[in-house]
Each structure stands twice: as C-alpha cells, then as structure tokens.
C-alpha cells in the first residue's frame, strides 16, 4: 500500500509531466495504427485518366418476335402429326391434322419446339396443341431496377454478353420501355445476334446513359469507409476524402478529391463504398 500510494504522490507532483507522457503514448498507439492501416494492402499502378461508361444494368431474356400457339376450341383428336420437336419446317409446311379434317400448316419459317400429344390423344382448349417459333427473328426484354429504368430512354445504346460467349459484346438499341406487374422492363433490339442464341436464354445488357471522357479513373478496390489513401512521389499514403461519379465494374470516375494523375492508391482487400 505504501508503494502504491507513493506512485499517486509522484503522479500528483509531476502531473504535467504525467500527461504528456499519457499523450505520447496515445499518440504512438495511433500513430503506429495508421502506418499498419496505410501500408495494408498493395500500391496500384500510377492513376490515368481515360473513358468511363455510365450504364444501367440488367438481366435480359431472349425473346422470339413471332410464336404460334394452337389451342382447340374444344376436345379434338389428334389425328397425326407431321414434324416432331426441333424440326425446321418452311411457311405453308404441314404440321399436324385434327379428328375433324382440320390441316394446321406453319404460319412462317420456324422450328416445332413443343409437341405435347401424339396421335390418337385428345387434344384440350387448356393446354396447347403445339407451340412453333420462328427462331432467328429476336428481341431481348431486360429487368430493371426503378432507378435505372427512370434513365433508360428509346433509343439509347446497349451491350449484350452471354455467359458462353464472353469473348465478344453484341450491339442492340432501345426500343420501348414500360412496365408490368411491378415489373420495370425495356425491350432491346439486336440485328447480330448469332444463330446459337434461342429464345428464353439470359444475357448480361448494359443500357449506356452517357460516356465520360478524360475521367480521373481510380480502382474500386482502392475505396475505404469513402477514403482513398493516396501515394504522391516519395510521401507516405494518406487518407484523401473522395467525391466520385460514374461506378463502373472495375474503376470510378473521381470528381472531386486531392488526387492527380500519377498518384498510387492502396487496394484493400475489403472494400467499403
């Protein structure tokens, strides 16, 4: 006790000195947090200024222009069917015939792609009789977000990828956009589209909005809680607070901040927006 209470009697007669002590080692403690925190990550490459994309995005679904879907009236027999699923069939070729005489021939080049009865089965109003699909004549439909789709304006440009042919982008341009069931949709048309791709496949649609040229571009990754750390020549990183712009995949347009071209950013890991 004796020992304890001549430690509080040294710390009252130097309590100036006692403080500042306190602060330099608060101020280590931070010091040596911010060093761990400015060198924690990796130093990208000098910054540049280039061209950024302002899109809004969306799945879209690969949809045929002109399908023909036969329901009777009323029960009918199926007398014979002319073409099975995938068949190709030319404008004016049979397709199947009914109890009652009745011929059903194909309204426009196209492919069967739903046959469900065979011959001798009863044909009913409530399920088609056959569903035949003109393949090559196709337009995408995109879901939106509200957001997006208050952006989106006929005639704007679009960029379609498919998960399978990533290697190129295909060309497509607004044509309507509208609404269902809580549903905000545009619908793209494409005149590339390749043979391969069928109605009902999804692709990724960038809707472009504007291009910014001669942006300041930072990575993504280089964002940390809204900082950016910063490297200019020999100085230490340190955090800069950022105004930015356009968003894109992999880099953000800078519209305001203390950051130049030639500058390097750390990259984090873990990104907070």
């Known amino acids: 006790m004796d020992h304890l209470r001549a430690i509080g009697e040294w710390i009252v007669r130097r309590k100036y000195l006692s403080s500042f002590i306190a602060v330099l080692i608060i101020g280590g403690i931070v010091g040596t947090q911010m060093l761990r925190h400015a060198f924690a990550g990796r130093l990208s ?3 540049q200024r280039g061209t950024i994309v302002d899109a809004v995005y969306g799945i879209g679904t690969v949809t045929a222009t002109r399908r023909m879907s036969y329901n009777p009236l009323v029960g009918n027999n199926v007398r014979q069917n002319f073409v099975r699923e995938g068949d190709q069939v ?3 070729g049979l397709l199947a015939q009914t109890d009652d005489g009745n011929m059903l021939r194909a309204p ?3 492919i069967m792609n739903y046959l469900p009865y065979r011959p001798g089965e009863n044909a009913y109003a409530t399920t088609p009789m056959f569903i035949f699909t003109d393949m090559t004549n196709r ?3 995109v879901s939106m977000e ?5 952006r989106v304006m006929v005639g704007q440009d679009a960029k379609l990828s498919f998960d399978s042919l990533r290697q190129k982008t295909y060309d497509g341009k607004v044509a309507a956009v509208y609404s269902y069931s809580n549903n905000f949709l545009a619908r793209i048309d494409s005149v590339d589209l390749p043979a391969p791709v069928l109605p009902d496949m999804t692709c990724d649609v960038a809707i472009v909005i504007g291009v910014h040229k001669n942006a300041l571009l930072i990575p993504v990754v280089a964002f940390d809680n809204g900082k950016v750390w910063v490297k200019r020549g020999k100085s230490l ?3 800069v607070p950022v105004k930015l712009g356009v968003i894109d995949g992999t880099s953000a347009e800078v519209l305001d901040g ?3 071209a030639g500058d390097q950013v750390m990259i984090r890991d873990k990104v907070s927006l």
């Open 90 to 92: 030319k404008k004016g």
């Open 139 to 141: 337009y995408i439909v």
């Open 258 to 260: 203390d950051i130049q």
């Open 108 to 110: 426009f080049d196209g």
């Open 45 to 47: 490459e000098p910054i």
């Open 146 to 150: 509200q957001q997006g789709a208050l």
């Open 237 to 239: 990183p340190h955090p």
